[in-house]
């Protein structure tokens, strides 16, 4: 009987540890997809061991039950900074530049004066030093905080088509070396997935958060992917003479179709000098897309006509002053030409990765 009784409570506590280990499981599992969700506020490096083992898209009902005050907090922060950008008529990307700035200041905690730890008395979510930004009182204000940055922010004029981190250098005015070892490329990816979760309103905001307030989504590659290499960048160059290489050159079959990058209209179409078959874009708000060294052109691209994206203007050649088929891409905006490869990243499109 006695050996019996211990059997049974064997069995017993057998079975209760086996449902404590099932409830820490859940814990366990629950906590780490809450920890999950709150990584999209937080730098992409402290959760890759997480999100790597545990799904996205835990609904915000989700986390504003079961997250921490301080995690709640870190989420508002970050609305407040997007819909004040959004209010000022920002792009996403530079409301990005102001996510991804203040993911790298203080993790979007509006911080107050840590003693030794700050660095020169800097304070709230830009960790901005007073009296430059404003007196401590207003700075610890993250309206007033983020009006300040998107102030400074403002005076960069070509913010949009230039990396995130030398933009947010030149507002912040940091230690150079430091902030460059201390940010990421996944940084920027969490802040745009910040501002797509948070951008409300008529404003469109492409799949990856990298279209700008002058246009709409929709640009893309001006070859199909994969069917091209780079073989000259943007930039001065000397051949027999030095001079500015206005665009970006993609070497592809001759008769390789190629694509109006967006929607716009023909402004011209035609022999164009060394650029040889010639195809010109306006797509508005100051922004031009040209194509050069053209086999031929696509049936109806004339001077006048107007285009969409991904609609096949011409193809691949070596007309004009060219040494094999490719096609010579350029981008202008406002008149001046800017680099076709960062310039079209910053719109969604990645020259560099499609090429083959």
């Not at 017993?12 to 099932?22: K, P």
């Not at 990005?96 to 993911?103: E, L, P, S």
């Not at 006048?304 to 991904?310: A, C, E």
């Amino acid at each position: 009987m006695k050996s019996i009784s211990k059997k049974v409570i064997g069995f017993i506590m057998a079975v209760i540890l086996l449902v404590c280990i099932g409830v820490g499981g859940i814990i366990t599992v629950v906590v780490a997809t809450i920890t999950c969700g709150v990584a999209l506020v937080s730098p992409v490096d402290e959760a890759k061991d997480i999100l790597g083992t545990i799904k996205e898209g835990v609904s915000d009902t989700f986390f504003d039950v079961l997250a921490s005050a301080e995690q709640k907090k870190r989420k508002e922060n970050a609305a407040l900074i997007v819909r004040i950008g959004q209010e000022r008529n920002f792009s996403p990307h530079s409301i990005g530049i102001a996510i991804a700035t203040a993911i790298q200041e203080s993790k979007i905690e509006n911080l107050p004066f840590q003693g030794a730890k700050n660095d020169h008395k800097s304070l709230g979510l830009f960790q901005q030093q007073p009296p430059w930004w404003g007196t401590p009182e207003q700075i610890m204000d993250p309206v007033f905080a983020t009006n300040a940055f998107y102030d400074a922010l403002q005076e960069v004029p070509d913010r949009d088509m230039r990396p995130m981190i030398d933009v947010a250098i030149e507002v912040q005015i940091p230690d150079e070396k430091i902030y460059r070892r201390d940010w990421s490329a996944d940084r920027e990816e969490v802040a745009m997935s910040i501002v797509k979760d948070n951008y409300t309103g008529d404003g469109k905001v492409g799949d990856n958060c990298t279209s700008t307030a002058r246009t709409t989504v929709g640009w893309q590659l001006p070859l199909e992917s994969g069917v091209y290499s780079i073989t000259d960048g943007f930039g001065w160059r000397c051949l027999f003479v030095c001079k500015n290489h206005d665009g970006v050159d993609l070497a592809a079959a001759a008769q390789t179709p190629i694509f109006a990058a967006h929607d716009g209209e023909v402004t011209f179409s035609g022999e164009n000098g060394t650029y040889g078959n010639f195809v010109r874009v306006d797509h508005g708000d100051g922004i031009i897309t040209e194509y050069a060294h053209m086999s031929a052109y696509e049936s109806g691209v004339d001077k006048g006509s107007k285009v969409s994206g991904g609609q096949v203007i011409g193809y691949v050649g070596t007309t004009g002053g060219s040494t094999g088929n490719h096609l010579h891409f350029n981008v202008k905006v406002d008149g001046k030409y800017v680099d076709p490869v960062p310039w079209m990243l910053n719109q969604s499109v990645n020259i560099q990765d499609n090429q083959r």
